[in-house]
């Protein structure tokens, strides 16, 4: 049997002008996953990266520490597949549009512009965010220039058999992504309801770990968002 290892990103810039980039948290909790993984002489045989900058900072972090344990690391393949849903044209454009329909939407999205700290802001925003997304996933018809949930899906089918369908057995491969395909992954793996791929996303850590077993035939969950490597809990953290 083979294993493929997907890696949420570490904690990016949530709340900063350039969200799309590791906050030095995230650096750390990068770090702490490569070492742990040299500590275990851990051999990768294929690296898989989605596009975004969070992503692929997080596998550098990796990377490094395997260079300076003087392991290898694959060079990254840069896997479009992995890239997280639409969230720009999902806030930008539906949250307005249901906003206009839902009052009590819009009082939520008013209210997750305001917030005395971090830790204020990021709850408004998730009180906000579960049914914005509920309500793209459930749309009836798509709303052009972004990608609906079923795109999203198929994108995610695509991936998972691009990163499986390689020839060779007992491969260790890794991936790099974000949280929404992570919960879409294991929702598809256990035929579970779509629902269930929003609530799976919410609860993913930075830089966890979700594995899966796998053969020409079949694709199994075998481990669902471990942070072994991440042992002091002020590390932890969900955005």
Avoid: C
Avoid at 26 to 42: N, P
Avoid at 91 to 109: G, Q, V, Y
Avoid at 148 to 156: C, G, H
């Amino acid at each position: 049997m083979s294993t493929l290892t997907l890696i949420r990103h570490a904690q990016a810039s949530f709340f900063a002008d350039e969200y799309d980039q590791l906050s030095a948290l995230g650096e750390k909790q990068a770090q702490m996953l490569g070492e742990f993984w040299t500590r275990q002489q851990w051999r990768i045989d294929e690296v898989y990266v989605g596009p975004r900058q969070r992503h692929q900072q997080t596998a550098a972090v990796v990377a490094a520490s395997f260079r300076q344990a003087g392991l290898p690391f694959p060079e990254p393949v840069v896997l479009g597949e992995l890239d997280e849903y639409d969230l720009s044209g999902i806030l930008e454009r539906m949250a307005t549009s249901l906003a206009l329909e839902n009052k009590d939407f819009a009082r939520l999205l008013e209210r997750q512009r305001q917030g005395a700290s971090n830790e204020e802001q990021a709850r408004n925003f998730q009180l906000m965010f579960e049914p914005l997304m509920l309500h793209w996933q459930t749309a009836a018809t798509d709303l052009e220039g972004v990608e609906s949930w079923q795109a999203f899906q198929l994108r995610v089918q695509r991936g998972l058999q691009q990163m499986t369908d390689q020839p060779g057995r007992g491969r260790r491969v890794v991936g790099f992504t974000s949280g929404g395909f992570i919960g879409a992954a294991v929702q598809l793996v256990l035929d579970a309801p779509d629902r269930a791929a929003l609530e799976i996303n919410w609860r993913i850590r930075n830089a966890a770990l979700t594995e899966f077993v796998f053969s020409r035939e079949r694709l199994t969950l075998d481990a669902f968002n471990t942070i072994t490597h991440l042992a002091d809990p002020e590390m932890v953290t969900y955005r």
